[in-house]
């Protein structure tokens, strides 16, 4: 029997005014789109900016639905209106603000699992790794190089 150890690598600003101006500029956009969620059973709000490599900036917030399979995340819903409008575009960067209407959201918030294998199938598809940069509505902001820190061990169309 062998052990596999695998080590992810992020980078910790303490507050969005840390961030280079740029990604400060991306997550106030995310910030802003997050108070467009529909989100009237989790009262959770996300909010997610693309950056690509065309200059465009696009947004997405989450889009609850009372039939809750049908919802998608902010990330999704950037992601695949990104791809519908630009799609030789490459994602550059993302930026993710999560708030909950209930409780104060202080901790970075990553991506669920199915933005988490969303953002590994473009990043496959571009073969160019997407900054990820995530936080709550205040605090700290976490950074990764690419979506494999999150999610190391990826499912691609070579397993198919």
């Known amino acids: 029997m062998n052990k596999i150890e695998i080590k ?3 980078t910790a600003f303490q507050s969005v005014e840390e961030l280079p101006l740029d990604i400060q500029s991306l997550m106030k956009q995310a910030v802003e789109v997050r108070k467009n969620a529909y989100a009237p059973y989790s009262k959770f709000r996300v909010g997610a900016a693309l950056l690509l490599d065309n200059g465009k900036t696009v947004l997405g917030s989450n889009q609850e639905n009372a039939a809750y399979p049908s919802g998608l995340c902010a990330e999704r819903v950037a992601i695949f209106h990104s791809n519908a409008v630009y799609p030789d575009a490459k994602i550059i960067k993302m930026a993710i603000s999560a708030a909950s209407d209930v409780n104060e ?35 700290e902001v976490y950074k990764s190089d690419s979506i494999k820190n999150l999610l190391p061990l990826s499912f691609d169309k070579n397993f198919l």
Do not use: D
């Open 8 to 10: 992810t690598t992020f």
């Open 105 to 139: 959201t202080k901790s970075p918030t990553p991506p669920c699992g199915s933005c988490r294998q969303a953002i590994s199938e473009y990043e496959f598809k571009q073969n160019t790794p997407i900054e990820i940069y995530f936080m709550g509505e205040s605090g």
